[in-house]
Structure formats: structure tokens, C-alpha cells
């Protein structure tokens, strides 16, 4: 049997995990329980190349249930479970780095529910989880939040009364294992000490700016609505919005934080007829093609921001779902930037190339992979060394 480590991430209905070896941290497999904690929960897993090992579905729909699956399956294939990493969303003020989880960690956590209140619930479920099937088990946690800790005071605060910013109203930033996972990759580039605006282009969507690898300003705030439009959520919301909806139209909370996370962004604006960018680019509509434009016409926005918090800015890089596979968006935002110094190379862009960007272009731009996982894991065997 090998030793390994599992990096864990958790959505509100996915649990994505990948298998490191504890000696040498290779990657030895991935891995998707679909429908977890819901009926019809699945399990799939895969090896390094992404050839299909097994796929099934799971006779008990709990979450205990489906984390004993996860175990017993990779056991059955060589994999003897020594280590969990959770990917966390929110460490509040309090934890910046990779932690051990303990009750006491755990209750703080907790305490951080009203600043994630769909995310965070979900991260805890599962912690808690694995803890009833293994109670010996390590447990280990990222924080999407850490990264954006290097942010200057003026960059996490909004114009509210001090007591407030004091109590944790702040600005805290998100995506933070991914903006890692690409600064670890400057190098590359010659970028790392650089201006670079990083677009997380996905479901959920942000962009941040980094400097000297660290990051300076990020679109999102103080939750994970907050700055650019996504899949569901509006992004930059006027809050006398929120209160029209509950003054006028007799909202509660409830339905408030549904508008804001499952009726908005992307879906909302085409009308309900998708939030996935490759149906919307694909589909005639107006309101479809007017939900693209204004998602592209909102980063472009906030790179230009971004760049003002950095005083300047030397490249832009693209990563995740859309960010990865959508020539026509990332077409769309380079096609805007030219007064900035970007001239978009459109057969490389139309091949996914790394770079975008023409040989004459005054600044350049690229596409780079993000990995989510292979962060939580090499943060982990860091901590383990110590």
C-alpha cells in the first residue's frame, strides 16, 4: 500500500480529491463524488492520465457514507489514506497559512459562516465528515482567503465606520489557492517581479493583482459575490439594490442571498436561459449575447482598476474554466486593452497558446493552467516537513 495524502475540494455538490504519494508527493489519482451528500451520489476516479478506473453509484446518500467510500475505494486500488487537505474558503482575519485541524480551529471556522454562509458550511460538513469515519485521520486546512493577507491596510477596507472594519466587515479576497498556483508559475514567464493582473474565469470569477508575486488588490471583497459578473452572482452591486428588494418587493434574507447567488449574473442577465458561457456564445439571443458582453465589459473594467492599485501593469494572465478554453471571451477583453499596450495575436489565441500577445506587443498576455489541488498539496507536505 502507498502512503498518501488527498487534497479535498468541496462544492456545494461536487467533492473533487486527488491522491499524492507522502514520499515524493507524486500525483497518483484523481477523483469526483457528484451528488454529495444528495441523492444518486457518485464516485468516480481516475488515474494520472485521466483514463477512468471506476465509476459508480453509491447505495447511501451521506456524506459519511460517500467519504468511506472515497477511502475504501483508493484502498482497493493500493492508496492507504494518511492525510487530508480541505481547501477552506474563508480564514477570516485569523488564519493565513495551511493549519491543523483541531475542535478548536474547527469552532473558529465556524465563527467565519456568516462571512461565507454558502461555502464555509459545506468545507465544515466535510471536515466533519471524515473526522466520524476516521477520528485518527490528519486533517489539514487552506484558506482561499490567505493569499490576499499581503494586501496593503487601504486595499481591505471599505468606507464604513472603524468598529465595523474592526468586528472583520472588511475586504478579504478569494480564489486565493489559485492566484498561489499561478504566482508559484511566474517564473516562467520572467514575471515574477512584475505587474500582473491574474482573471479567474470560471463559475465563479475574479481577478487579482499581483506584484513582486504577492498579491496587492483583488476584485472580490467580503464575500465571494463581490466584483466581477459570474455564473450566477452579479458581481458590483449597488447595496440600495438589496434594499429596494426588501423594501418594495417584501424580500427576506433568504430570497435576497438566492437572487444574489442562484438568479443573477450570467443566467439573470440572458433571461434564465444558461450560466454556461458555451451556450450563451453559442446561442443567437440577445439577451445572451448581451450577458457576454457585459461579462467581458466588467473585466475589462477591473484590470484597468487593478492596474491603477499597482501603479502599472506588465501582463495579464488567464486561468480557469473560461479563462482556459474561451478564445472568444479572452478575445473580447484583449480587444478592449489595446490603448493599454496589449495587441492580441488571434491565431495563437484561437489555439489556446500560452502567450496571446504579438511579438511587438508592448505588454503581453497568456493562458496558464490552474491547480487548485497541487497548491493545497505542496502546502501541506511544506507543513509536514517542519
Known amino acids: 500500500m502507498i502512503k ?25 489519482m484523481r477523483g469526483l463524488i457528484d451528488h454529495f451528500g444528495q441523492p444518486h451520489t457518485s464516485l468516480s476516479l481516475h488515474d494520472t492520465l485521466h483514463q477512468q478506473l471506476e465509476e459508480r453509484e453509491l447505495g447511501d446518500d451521506s456524506r459519511e457514507a460517500a467519504v468511506a467510500a472515497m477511502i475504501n475505494t ?27 485541524l483541531d475542535e478548536s480551529v474547527c469552532q473558529a471556522l ?10 464555509q458550511p459545506v468545507s465544515l460538513q466535510v471536515i466533519e465528515a ?31 465606520a472603524r468598529h465595523w472594519h474592526e468586528e472583520g466587515v472588511r475586504r478579504y479576497g478569494f480564489h486565493g489557492l489559485s492566484y498561489a498556483s499561478i504566482s508559484r508559475r511566474l517564473p516562467e514567464l520572467k514575471l515574477a517581479e512584475r505587474k500582473v493582473v491574474v482573471c479567474h474565469l470560471g463559475s465563479g470569477s475574479s481577478a ?5 508575486g504577492q498579491s496587492v488588490a483583488s476584485s472580490m471583497g467580503f464575500s465571494a459575490v463581490d466584483g466581477l459578473m459570474m455564473g450566477t452572482r452579479p458581481g458590483y452591486l449597488d447595496p440600495e439594490v438589496v434594499l429596494y428588494w426588501m423594501e418594495h418587493e417584501g424580500m427576506g434574507v433568504r ?3 438566492r437572487e444574489l447567488y442562484k438568479n443573477s449574473g450570467l443566467l439573470g442577465v440572458s433571461g434564465g436561459l444558461s450560466a454556461d458561457m458555451r451556450e450563451l456564445l453559442a446561442s443567437p439571443l440577445p439577451a445572451a449575447r448581451e450577458a457576454v458582453e457585459l461579462y467581458c465589459y466588467r473585466i475589462v473594467r477591473e484590470i484597468a482598476s487593478l492596474a491603477a492599485a499597482m501603479k502599472g501593469l506588465d501582463a495579464i494572465i488567464f486561468t480557469a474554466g473560461i479563462g482556459e478554453h474561451s478564445a472568444e471571451v479572452r478575445g473580447r477583453v484583449l480587444g478592449q486593452l489595446g490603448w493599454l499596450g496589449f495587441a492580441i495575436d488571434h491565431a495563437a489565441n484561437l489555439a489556446h497558446a500560452r502567450k496571446l500577445t504579438t511579438a511587438d506587443s508592448q505588454h503581453h498576455a497568456y493562458v496558464l493552467d490552474t491547480d487548485e489541488e497541487g497548491e493545497m498539496a505542496r502546502q501541506a507536505f511544506d507543513l509536514l516537513k517542519q
Open 110 to 119: 465556524d465563527d467565519y459562516v456568516p462571512l461565507a454562509p454558502l461555502h
Open 208 to 212: 487579482c493583482a499581483i506584484e513582486h
Open 4 to 28: 498518501a495524502l488527498i487534497a479535498v475540494n468541496a462544492g456545494s455538490s461536487t467533492l473533487k480529491f486527488r491522491a499524492y504519494a507522502m514520499e515524493g508527493g507524486a500525483l497518483l
Open 255 to 257: 430570497e435576497v442571498r
Open 74 to 100: 483508493l484502498a482497493d486500488h493500493g492508496i492507504a489514506v494518511t492525510a487530508v487537505v480541505h481547501r477552506v474558503v474563508h480564514g477570516g482575519s485569523r488564519f493565513h497559512q495551511i493549519t491543523r
Open 130 to 160: 471524515f473526522r466520524t469515519v476516521d477520528a485518527g485521520l490528519l486533517q489539514l486546512a487552506c484558506f482561499d482567503t490567505a493569499f490576499h493577507a499581503s494586501q496593503p491596510e487601504v486595499a481591505t477596507r471599505f468606507g464604513i
